[in-house]
């Protein structure tokens, strides 16, 4: 059966690392050959001090939220879910197999995410017990979604 269902990727801001945006692209790119992925980059918070958190997480969910429309959400959390590789690509293939909705990844700012964001989730997931940066972490989780559709493919995924 062929995998319909789009994979989007949905964060604050543009990865400004310029060789992670570089490894953002291309497993975006791989991503594509196997599926439908995109990523939305929303607005990131602009002129608040980091003394203000909950001002710059509310500004930042304002603009994830208008991309939150029909999907089962996964919102990264440190406190969330750790699964392994595969059985990431289980959720992905049963989730394709059971709905139409796109899956959503929602990745937070250096702050992380909002409260009633995190609530939306329909799972809350964790990549690693240790702490990444955000632009880092964007990066981790392409990989391992592509990781994941190789897995659902049967492909076996070049070590």
């Known amino acids: 059966m062929p995998f319909l269902m789009e994979l989007l990727f949905l964060w604050p801001g543009k990865t400004k690392n310029l060789h992670l945006r570089a490894l953002q692209e291309d497993y975006l790119a791989r991503l594509r050959m196997l ?8 607005a990131e918070a602009r002129g608040l ?4 958190p909950e001002k710059i997480l509310e500004q930042e969910a304002r603009g994830l939220e208008k991309h939150l429309k029909d999907g089962y959400i996964i919102c990264l959390s440190d406190k969330g879910k750790m699964m392994t590789s595969e059985e990431l ?14 899956i959503i990844f929602l990745v937070g ?7 009633r964001l995190l609530d ?10 240790l702490t990444f940066s955000h632009e880092l972490t964007r990066v981790v989780l392409l990989e391992q979604a ?14």
């Open 35 to 42: 599926g439908g992925a995109r990523i939305i980059e929303t």
């Open 49 to 52: 001090k980091e003394s203000w």
């Open 89 to 102: 690509a289980r959720l992905i293939d049963r989730q394709a197999m059971v709905s139409a909705r796109r």
């Open 109 to 115: 700012g250096f702050l992380g995410l909002a409260s």
């Open 120 to 129: 939306r989730a329909d799972l809350k997931l964790s990549l690693s017990p």
């Open 146 to 159: 592509y990781r994941a559709m190789n897995i659902i493919k049967g492909y076996s995924y070049p070590k």
